[in-house]
């Protein structure tokens, strides 16, 4: 007998006509619309005077968003304690409880560590449940290995340059492409943060023409395929 995986159980209680489909044929760094990705939320840094928006995460269900673990152990040691949702630009430094909500817990990967890129995830427990609607909801994990001609979208706020440090304060998509393991790992032969190179866990995707890419620095950026394309 067949068990249901917890992503896909929370999948079944998303009403897909209540979400946009993704647009895929808009392939560069783009503002996203409201409602778009209503997974996507922004985790928020407690500076003393206000908060800091610096990375991302996608929520799971009504009381777990999935981040990466280089988010929450930083080396300056100051964790997020609170996640803004069901917006694509983020606005204001203070406690908003109509978007905000306080993180209860902070699950690492048990198999993390800071001086490799393996198995960089961390689960957020929030100390409420998420009242979802069509801005804020809950993603749906793909279970199956991504076909390389599949098309992929990046979502993600923060660092929009590896040159300056631009930044932005909108929820910004472009598309990618999956890229094979052998062919990845070609270009992380030589980089300590992977000295066992790509992991059979692990995928990449990219922009053959090298325009269009996730993260150049701390961030947790999602990233997508349309709901009803086979994989």
Request: net charge neutral; glycine share 8%.
């Amino acid at each position: 007998m067949k068990v249901e995986r917890t992503a896909d159980k929370e999948c079944q209680k998303i009403i897909a006509s209540s979400i946009p489909p993704l647009d895929l044929h808009i392939l560069g760094g783009e503002a996203a619309s409201l409602g778009e990705f209503p997974h996507m939320v922004a985790l928020g840094y407690d500076r003393g005077d206000g908060y800091e928006f610096d990375c991302g995460g996608s929520v799971l269900s009504q009381t777990y968003v999935l981040s990466a673990a280089h988010c929450v152990d930083t080396l300056d040691r100051i964790q997020p304690t609170i996640i803004r949702g069901g917006i694509i630009e983020i606005s204001g430094k203070q406690f908003n409880p109509e978007t905000d909500d306080r993180i209860a817990e902070i699950i690492l990967n048990p198999r993390y560590t800071r001086k490799e890129k393996y198995h960089d995830l961390a689960l957020l427990r929030l100390e409420n449940p998420l009242q979802f609607t069509s801005n804020l909801n809950a993603v749906c994990l793909e279970t199956n290995e991504a076909d390389p001609t599949t098309t992929l979208t990046i979502t993600g706020w923060g660092k929009t340059s590896n040159t300056r440090d631009t930044r932005s304060n909108v929820l910004l998509k472009a598309n990618v492409t999956t890229v094979a393991r052998s062919k990845c790992g070609e270009s992380y032969t030589n980089w300590r943060k992977l000295p066992n190179g790509i992991s059979p866990d692990q995928m990449c995707a990219g922009d053959p023409q090298g325009i269009r890419d996730t993260c150049q620095t701390r961030c947790a950026r999602a990233i997508l395929k349309a709901l009803g394309i086979p994989v």
